[in-house]
Protein backbone atom coordinates (compact mmCIF):
# COMPACT_ATOMS: atom_id res chain seq x y z
CA UNK A 1 0.00 0.00 0.00
CA UNK A 2 2.82 2.13 0.81
CA UNK A 3 3.98 1.68 -2.64
CA UNK A 4 0.68 2.79 -4.50
CA UNK A 5 0.14 6.04 -1.99
CA UNK A 6 3.72 6.82 -3.16
CA UNK A 7 3.06 6.70 -6.94
CA UNK A 8 1.82 10.04 -8.31
CA UNK A 9 -0.78 9.16 -10.72
CA UNK A 10 -2.39 6.57 -8.73
CA UNK A 11 -3.12 9.29 -6.01
CA UNK A 12 -4.45 11.16 -8.32
CA UNK A 13 -6.28 8.31 -9.84
CA UNK A 14 -7.89 6.92 -6.49
CA UNK A 15 -8.60 10.88 -5.44
CA UNK A 16 -10.62 10.92 -8.67
CA UNK A 17 -12.33 8.10 -8.44
CA UNK A 18 -13.27 9.12 -4.54
CA UNK A 19 -15.24 12.04 -5.51
CA UNK A 20 -16.74 10.65 -8.61
CA UNK A 21 -17.93 7.55 -6.30
CA UNK A 22 -19.12 10.13 -3.88
CA UNK A 23 -21.12 11.88 -6.17
CA UNK A 24 -22.86 8.37 -7.46
CA UNK A 25 -23.54 7.27 -4.26
CA UNK A 26 -25.25 10.65 -3.14
CA UNK A 27 -27.60 9.75 -5.96
CA UNK A 28 -28.13 6.39 -7.13
CA UNK A 29 -30.24 5.04 -4.02
CA UNK A 30 -32.33 8.03 -4.49
CA UNK A 31 -33.30 6.90 -7.56
CA UNK A 32 -34.94 4.48 -6.04
CA UNK A 33 -36.43 6.71 -3.25
CA UNK A 34 -37.42 9.14 -5.76
CA UNK A 35 -39.43 6.65 -7.25
CA UNK A 36 -41.30 5.37 -4.75
CA UNK A 37 -41.68 8.28 -2.85
CA UNK A 38 -43.82 9.31 -6.48
CA UNK A 39 -45.45 6.55 -7.19
CA UNK A 40 -46.00 4.51 -3.84
CA UNK A 41 -45.00 1.57 -5.85
CA UNK A 42 -42.05 -0.94 -4.78
CA UNK A 43 -41.90 -2.63 -7.98
CA UNK A 44 -41.17 0.80 -9.74
CA UNK A 45 -38.88 1.72 -7.53
CA UNK A 46 -37.00 -1.57 -8.09
CA UNK A 47 -37.59 -0.70 -11.75
CA UNK A 48 -35.22 1.87 -11.73
CA UNK A 49 -32.24 -0.28 -10.94
CA UNK A 50 -33.68 -2.29 -13.50
CA UNK A 51 -32.65 1.17 -15.74
CA UNK A 52 -29.11 1.14 -14.74
CA UNK A 53 -28.22 -2.62 -15.19
CA UNK A 54 -29.86 -2.62 -18.72
CA UNK A 55 -27.34 -0.53 -20.60
CA UNK A 56 -24.88 -2.76 -19.84
CA UNK A 57 -26.14 -4.92 -22.90
CA UNK A 58 -24.63 -2.29 -24.81
CA UNK A 59 -21.22 -3.32 -23.37
CA UNK A 60 -19.33 -3.79 -26.35
CA UNK A 61 -20.12 -0.56 -27.95
CA UNK A 62 -18.41 0.88 -24.53
CA UNK A 63 -15.64 -1.46 -24.82
CA UNK A 64 -14.64 -0.59 -28.46
CA UNK A 65 -14.52 3.36 -27.29
CA UNK A 66 -12.36 2.75 -24.40
CA UNK A 67 -9.98 0.71 -26.56
CA UNK A 68 -9.87 3.28 -29.07
CA UNK A 69 -9.54 6.34 -27.00
CA UNK A 70 -6.77 7.63 -24.33
CA UNK A 71 -8.99 5.98 -21.42
CA UNK A 72 -8.75 9.41 -19.69
CA UNK A 73 -10.31 11.33 -21.25
CA UNK A 74 -12.80 8.67 -21.32
CA UNK A 75 -13.22 9.34 -17.68
CA UNK A 76 -13.09 13.31 -17.99
CA UNK A 77 -15.91 13.22 -20.99
CA UNK A 78 -17.91 10.89 -18.64
CA UNK A 79 -17.63 12.73 -15.51
CA UNK A 80 -18.89 16.15 -17.28
CA UNK A 81 -21.33 14.32 -19.55
CA UNK A 82 -23.12 12.94 -16.08
CA UNK A 83 -22.97 16.47 -14.67
CA UNK A 84 -24.75 17.44 -17.90
CA UNK A 85 -27.66 14.81 -17.67
CA UNK A 86 -28.06 14.82 -13.79
CA UNK A 87 -29.23 18.54 -13.64
CA UNK A 88 -31.80 17.49 -16.03
CA UNK A 89 -33.32 16.38 -12.68
CA UNK A 90 -34.74 19.65 -11.61
CA UNK A 91 -36.97 19.18 -14.24
CA UNK A 92 -39.04 16.16 -12.47
CA UNK A 93 -41.91 17.54 -10.54
CA UNK A 94 -43.80 14.76 -10.02
CA UNK A 95 -45.06 11.55 -11.63
CA UNK A 96 -46.26 12.89 -14.89
CA UNK A 97 -41.38 13.52 -14.95
CA UNK A 98 -40.85 10.03 -14.09
CA UNK A 99 -39.74 9.49 -17.55
CA UNK A 100 -36.70 11.68 -16.79
CA UNK A 101 -35.71 9.62 -13.78
CA UNK A 102 -35.47 6.35 -15.68
CA UNK A 103 -33.89 8.33 -18.29
CA UNK A 104 -30.78 9.48 -15.96
CA UNK A 105 -30.80 6.38 -14.72
CA UNK A 106 -30.00 4.70 -17.77
CA UNK A 107 -27.36 7.02 -18.75
CA UNK A 108 -25.70 6.64 -15.39
CA UNK A 109 -25.63 2.88 -15.96
CA UNK A 110 -23.99 3.40 -19.41
CA UNK A 111 -21.66 5.71 -18.10
CA UNK A 112 -20.93 3.37 -15.39
CA UNK A 113 -20.04 0.11 -17.93
CA UNK A 114 -17.63 2.30 -19.96
CA UNK A 115 -16.00 3.94 -16.97
CA UNK A 116 -15.38 0.92 -14.99
CA UNK A 117 -13.74 -0.55 -18.13
CA UNK A 118 -11.34 2.53 -18.42
CA UNK A 119 -10.30 2.37 -15.22
CA UNK A 120 -9.49 -1.08 -15.29
CA UNK A 121 -7.31 -0.70 -18.35
CA UNK A 122 -5.89 2.29 -16.91
CA UNK A 123 -4.70 0.13 -13.54
CA UNK A 124 -3.16 -2.25 -15.54
CA UNK A 125 -1.32 0.05 -18.04
CA UNK A 126 -0.10 2.25 -15.20
CA UNK A 127 0.89 -0.53 -12.43
CA UNK A 128 3.04 -3.76 -12.45
CA UNK A 129 0.99 -6.55 -11.98
CA UNK A 130 2.08 -7.47 -8.75
CA UNK A 131 0.45 -3.94 -7.70
CA UNK A 132 -2.66 -4.56 -9.67
CA UNK A 133 -4.38 -6.77 -7.29
CA UNK A 134 -3.67 -4.07 -4.21
CA UNK A 135 -4.33 -1.10 -5.98
CA UNK A 136 -7.84 -2.93 -6.90
CA UNK A 137 -8.40 -3.29 -3.33
CA UNK A 138 -7.60 -0.17 -2.06
CA UNK A 139 -9.90 1.06 -5.00
CA UNK A 140 -12.91 -0.71 -3.68
CA UNK A 141 -12.22 -0.34 -0.46
CA UNK A 142 -12.86 3.94 -0.85
CA UNK A 143 -15.88 3.05 -3.03
CA UNK A 144 -17.41 0.65 -0.92
CA UNK A 145 -16.86 2.33 2.00
CA UNK A 146 -18.55 5.58 0.42
CA UNK A 147 -21.85 3.60 1.08
CA UNK A 148 -21.00 4.87 4.81
CA UNK A 149 -21.48 8.29 4.16
CA UNK A 150 -22.89 8.87 0.08
CA UNK A 151 -26.38 7.09 0.77
CA UNK A 152 -26.76 8.87 4.32
CA UNK A 153 -26.16 12.19 2.63
CA UNK A 154 -28.18 11.75 -0.37
CA UNK A 155 -31.25 10.20 1.47
CA UNK A 156 -30.85 12.77 3.98
CA UNK A 157 -30.53 15.71 1.64
CA UNK A 158 -33.35 14.06 -0.25
CA UNK A 159 -35.58 14.33 3.21
CA UNK A 160 -34.45 17.51 3.53
CA UNK A 161 -34.62 19.42 0.57
CA UNK A 162 -35.40 16.92 -2.60
CA UNK A 163 -34.09 15.17 -5.19
CA UNK A 164 -32.86 18.18 -7.21
CA UNK A 165 -30.51 19.59 -4.57
CA UNK A 166 -28.88 15.90 -4.60
CA UNK A 167 -28.88 16.04 -8.18
CA UNK A 168 -26.91 19.65 -8.16
CA UNK A 169 -24.48 17.83 -5.42
CA UNK A 170 -23.76 14.79 -7.67
CA UNK A 171 -23.24 17.76 -10.88
CA UNK A 172 -20.81 19.75 -8.71
CA UNK A 173 -18.67 16.66 -7.64
CA UNK A 174 -18.29 15.31 -10.37
CA UNK A 175 -16.98 18.08 -12.20
CA UNK A 176 -14.24 18.32 -9.27
CA UNK A 177 -13.34 14.48 -10.39
CA UNK A 178 -12.42 16.06 -13.62
CA UNK A 179 -10.60 18.58 -12.98
CA UNK A 180 -8.36 15.96 -10.78
CA UNK A 181 -8.22 13.45 -13.00
CA UNK A 182 -6.64 16.23 -15.66
CA UNK A 183 -3.51 16.27 -13.80
CA UNK A 184 -2.92 12.69 -14.50
CA UNK A 185 0.85 11.92 -16.30
CA UNK A 186 0.47 8.81 -17.34
CA UNK A 187 0.19 8.59 -21.36
CA UNK A 188 -0.59 5.19 -22.34
CA UNK A 189 1.46 3.35 -24.83
CA UNK A 190 -0.80 2.33 -27.43
CA UNK A 191 -0.17 -0.25 -30.46
CA UNK A 192 -0.74 0.71 -33.54
CA UNK A 193 -3.92 0.21 -34.75
CA UNK A 194 -4.98 -2.50 -37.29
CA UNK A 195 -7.85 -1.41 -39.63
CA UNK A 196 -10.16 -5.17 -38.73
CA UNK A 197 -14.33 -5.34 -39.43
CA UNK A 198 -15.76 -3.75 -36.70
CA UNK A 199 -17.94 -6.81 -36.05
CA UNK A 200 -14.08 -8.22 -35.11
CA UNK A 201 -13.55 -5.40 -32.69
CA UNK A 202 -16.79 -5.75 -30.67
CA UNK A 203 -16.55 -9.48 -30.27
CA UNK A 204 -13.17 -9.03 -29.04
CA UNK A 205 -13.70 -9.26 -25.44
CA UNK A 206 -16.39 -11.72 -25.35
CA UNK A 207 -14.02 -13.67 -27.94
CA UNK A 208 -11.38 -13.57 -25.54
CA UNK A 209 -13.58 -14.29 -22.41
CA UNK A 210 -14.85 -17.70 -24.34
CA UNK A 211 -11.40 -18.77 -25.41
CA UNK A 212 -9.97 -18.51 -21.92
CA UNK A 213 -10.98 -21.96 -20.11
CA UNK A 214 -10.47 -20.09 -16.31
CA UNK A 215 -12.52 -17.49 -17.61
CA UNK A 216 -15.14 -18.94 -19.20
CA UNK A 217 -16.09 -20.45 -15.71
CA UNK A 218 -15.71 -17.18 -14.38
CA UNK A 219 -18.33 -16.02 -17.03
CA UNK A 220 -20.50 -19.16 -15.89
CA UNK A 221 -20.09 -18.48 -11.83
CA UNK A 222 -21.04 -14.77 -13.04
CA UNK A 223 -24.01 -15.94 -15.04
CA UNK A 224 -25.60 -17.93 -11.68
CA UNK A 225 -24.51 -15.10 -9.22
CA UNK A 226 -26.10 -12.15 -11.39
CA UNK A 227 -29.55 -14.16 -11.42
CA UNK A 228 -29.60 -14.53 -7.87
CA UNK A 229 -28.55 -11.16 -6.73
CA UNK A 230 -30.86 -9.23 -9.09
CA UNK A 231 -33.91 -10.64 -7.69
CA UNK A 232 -32.48 -8.52 -4.72
CA UNK A 233 -33.15 -5.18 -5.61
CA UNK A 234 -36.79 -4.74 -5.96
CA UNK A 235 -37.06 -6.66 -2.82
CA UNK A 236 -35.16 -4.44 -0.21
CA UNK A 237 -37.81 -2.11 -0.50
CA UNK A 238 -39.96 -4.88 0.96
CA UNK A 239 -37.73 -6.07 3.43
CA UNK A 240 -37.63 -2.22 4.95
CA UNK A 241 -41.78 -2.03 4.73
CA UNK A 242 -43.37 -5.00 5.02
CA UNK A 243 -40.66 -6.67 7.83
CA UNK A 244 -38.93 -3.99 9.10
CA UNK A 245 -42.00 -1.65 8.70
CA UNK A 246 -39.51 1.64 8.13
CA UNK A 247 -40.01 4.18 5.69
CA UNK A 248 -38.07 4.23 2.09
CA UNK A 249 -35.78 6.17 3.20
CA UNK A 250 -34.39 3.53 5.57
CA UNK A 251 -32.68 1.85 2.72
CA UNK A 252 -30.00 4.38 2.51
CA UNK A 253 -28.92 2.98 6.57
CA UNK A 254 -28.93 -0.06 4.78
CA UNK A 255 -26.69 0.42 2.03
CA UNK A 256 -24.23 2.48 4.88
CA UNK A 257 -24.23 -0.74 6.65
CA UNK A 258 -23.12 -2.80 3.99
CA UNK A 259 -20.74 0.01 2.92
CA UNK A 260 -19.59 -0.63 6.85
CA UNK A 261 -18.78 -4.44 5.93
CA UNK A 262 -17.43 -3.27 2.46
CA UNK A 263 -14.67 -1.47 4.42
CA UNK A 264 -13.30 -4.36 5.84
CA UNK A 265 -14.14 -6.86 3.17
CA UNK A 266 -11.88 -4.18 0.96
CA UNK A 267 -9.30 -4.43 3.72
CA UNK A 268 -9.31 -7.60 4.17
CA UNK A 269 -8.69 -8.40 0.26
CA UNK A 270 -5.76 -6.32 -0.21
CA UNK A 271 -4.17 -7.75 1.98
CA UNK A 272 -4.94 -10.94 0.67
CA UNK A 273 -4.91 -10.60 -2.82
CA UNK A 274 -0.82 -11.39 -3.23
CA UNK A 275 -1.45 -14.76 -0.95
CA UNK A 276 -4.66 -16.23 -2.25
CA UNK A 277 -5.95 -17.13 -5.66
CA UNK A 278 -8.30 -14.97 -7.34
CA UNK A 279 -11.03 -18.16 -7.78
CA UNK A 280 -10.46 -19.01 -4.15
CA UNK A 281 -11.31 -15.12 -2.95
CA UNK A 282 -14.12 -15.58 -5.31
CA UNK A 283 -15.71 -18.81 -3.92
CA UNK A 284 -15.22 -16.98 -0.13
CA UNK A 285 -16.82 -13.54 -1.23
CA UNK A 286 -20.44 -15.44 -2.90
CA UNK A 287 -20.44 -17.80 0.42
CA UNK A 288 -20.23 -14.70 2.54
CA UNK A 289 -22.61 -12.67 0.69
CA UNK A 290 -24.96 -16.00 0.56
CA UNK A 291 -25.21 -15.87 4.45
CA UNK A 292 -25.82 -11.95 4.54
CA UNK A 293 -28.80 -12.94 1.96
CA UNK A 294 -30.07 -15.88 4.09
CA UNK A 295 -29.74 -13.11 7.24
CA UNK A 296 -32.33 -11.12 5.77
CA UNK A 297 -34.99 -13.26 5.24
CA UNK A 298 -35.36 -12.46 9.28
CA UNK A 299 -37.81 -9.72 9.49
CA UNK A 300 -35.73 -8.07 12.71
CA UNK A 301 -33.56 -5.49 12.37
CA UNK A 302 -30.58 -6.82 13.97
CA UNK A 303 -30.47 -9.40 11.25
CA UNK A 304 -30.96 -7.43 8.44
CA UNK A 305 -28.30 -5.04 9.81
CA UNK A 306 -25.84 -8.01 10.08
CA UNK A 307 -26.88 -9.39 6.56
CA UNK A 308 -26.19 -6.05 4.71
CA UNK A 309 -22.87 -5.82 6.93
CA UNK A 310 -21.88 -9.30 5.21
CA UNK A 311 -23.10 -8.87 1.92
CA UNK A 312 -20.50 -5.61 2.17
CA UNK A 313 -18.05 -7.86 3.32
CA UNK A 314 -18.38 -10.45 0.46
CA UNK A 315 -18.36 -7.39 -2.55
CA UNK A 316 -15.05 -6.15 -2.66
CA UNK A 317 -13.49 -9.97 -2.04
CA UNK A 318 -15.83 -10.72 -5.42
CA UNK A 319 -15.17 -7.80 -7.09
CA UNK A 320 -11.58 -7.75 -6.86
CA UNK A 321 -10.51 -10.97 -7.32
CA UNK A 322 -12.61 -10.85 -10.45
CA UNK A 323 -10.96 -7.50 -11.45
CA UNK A 324 -7.60 -8.85 -10.98
CA UNK A 325 -8.19 -12.31 -12.58
CA UNK A 326 -9.59 -10.37 -15.73
CA UNK A 327 -6.69 -8.53 -15.82
CA UNK A 328 -3.82 -11.11 -14.77
CA UNK A 329 -5.01 -12.93 -18.12
CA UNK A 330 -5.96 -9.97 -20.50
CA UNK A 331 -3.73 -7.93 -22.97
CA UNK A 332 -4.08 -4.34 -22.29
CA UNK A 333 -4.83 -3.79 -25.94
CA UNK A 334 -8.16 -5.67 -25.44
CA UNK A 335 -8.89 -4.70 -21.41
CA UNK A 336 -11.86 -2.49 -21.86
CA UNK A 337 -13.32 -4.69 -24.48
CA UNK A 338 -12.96 -7.46 -22.18
CA UNK A 339 -13.46 -6.01 -18.60
CA UNK A 340 -16.91 -4.36 -20.93
CA UNK A 341 -17.70 -7.70 -22.30
CA UNK A 342 -17.72 -9.29 -18.65
CA UNK A 343 -20.09 -6.93 -17.37
CA UNK A 344 -22.69 -7.43 -19.88
CA UNK A 345 -22.18 -11.02 -19.30
CA UNK A 346 -23.61 -9.98 -15.81
CA UNK A 347 -26.21 -7.73 -17.01
CA UNK A 348 -28.37 -9.72 -19.43
CA UNK A 349 -29.31 -12.08 -16.10
CA UNK A 350 -29.01 -9.46 -14.05
CA UNK A 351 -31.53 -7.30 -15.93
CA UNK A 352 -33.92 -10.32 -16.50
CA UNK A 353 -34.00 -11.45 -12.43
CA UNK A 354 -34.31 -7.65 -11.86
CA UNK A 355 -37.70 -7.28 -13.93
CA UNK A 356 -38.55 -11.01 -12.81
CA UNK A 357 -38.02 -9.71 -8.96
CA UNK A 358 -40.47 -6.43 -9.76
CA UNK A 359 -43.09 -9.06 -10.55
CA UNK A 360 -42.18 -11.89 -7.72
CA UNK A 361 -42.11 -8.91 -5.04
CA UNK A 362 -45.58 -8.20 -5.42
CA UNK A 363 -46.78 -12.31 -5.48
CA UNK A 364 -44.55 -13.91 -3.58
CA UNK A 365 -43.04 -13.16 0.39
CA UNK A 366 -39.73 -11.27 0.43
CA UNK A 367 -38.40 -14.10 2.39
CA UNK A 368 -38.81 -16.76 -0.31
CA UNK A 369 -37.30 -14.51 -2.96
CA UNK A 370 -34.16 -13.73 -0.26
CA UNK A 371 -33.71 -17.60 -0.30
CA UNK A 372 -33.35 -18.02 -3.43
CA UNK A 373 -30.77 -15.51 -3.95
CA UNK A 374 -29.00 -17.41 -0.75
CA UNK A 375 -29.08 -20.75 -2.69
CA UNK A 376 -28.25 -19.33 -6.01
CA UNK A 377 -25.00 -17.68 -4.60
CA UNK A 378 -24.06 -21.14 -3.40
CA UNK A 379 -24.16 -22.26 -6.45
CA UNK A 380 -22.15 -19.91 -8.09
CA UNK A 381 -19.74 -20.72 -5.38
CA UNK A 382 -19.91 -24.34 -6.21
CA UNK A 383 -19.53 -23.81 -9.76
CA UNK A 384 -15.83 -21.75 -9.16
CA UNK A 385 -14.38 -24.55 -7.28
CA UNK A 386 -12.86 -26.35 -10.28
CA UNK A 387 -10.99 -22.46 -11.51
CA UNK A 388 -8.64 -22.79 -8.30
CA UNK A 389 -6.58 -25.60 -10.35
CA UNK A 390 -7.18 -23.82 -13.86
CA UNK A 391 -5.12 -20.62 -12.61
CA UNK A 392 -1.86 -22.61 -12.58
CA UNK A 393 -1.61 -22.68 -16.17
CA UNK A 394 -2.20 -19.12 -16.43
CA UNK A 395 0.81 -17.92 -14.20
CA UNK A 396 1.37 -15.08 -12.11
CA UNK A 397 3.02 -12.79 -14.22
CA UNK A 398 2.25 -10.08 -16.51
CA UNK A 399 -0.63 -10.21 -18.76
CA UNK A 400 -0.40 -11.94 -22.06
CA UNK A 401 0.96 -10.07 -25.05
CA UNK A 402 -1.34 -9.10 -27.68
CA UNK A 403 -1.47 -10.81 -31.05
CA UNK A 404 -1.22 -7.30 -32.57
CA UNK A 405 -4.65 -7.68 -34.73
CA UNK A 406 -7.47 -5.92 -32.25
CA UNK A 407 -9.77 -8.62 -31.37
CA UNK A 408 -7.10 -11.57 -32.12
CA UNK A 409 -5.62 -12.56 -29.14
CA UNK A 410 -4.03 -15.09 -27.40
CA UNK A 411 -5.60 -17.46 -24.90
CA UNK A 412 -4.62 -17.85 -21.29
Known sequence: MRELIRHR?????????????????????????????????????????????APGLLAPFAGVVVDRLPRRAVMIGLNLVSAV??????????????????????????????????????????LPMDQVGPANGLLATVRQGLRLIGPLAGAGLFAYAGGRWVATLDAAILVLASVVLLFLRHREIRAPRVVVPFRVELTAGLLHLWRSPLLRRLAVTTVLFSVAIGMVEPTVYALVGDGLRRPPEFVGVLVSVQGAGAILGG?????????????????????????????????ALPAALLGFGLVGVGIPLLGVAIATLLQRCTPNEVMGRVAAGYDMIGTVPTTASIAAGAILVGLWPFQLILGLTAVGCVAAALSMLPARRALSAVGTGAPPPASGVPGVVPAP
Open 85 to 126: VVSSLWFVHDRDQLWILFAVAVWYGFSGVMFNAAISGLVQAM
Open 267 to 299: IVVSGAIRRVSEPTLIVVGLLVIATGAALCTIP
Open 9 to 53: DFRLLLAGQTLAMFGDWTLLLVFGIWAKTLTGSNAVAGLTVFAMV
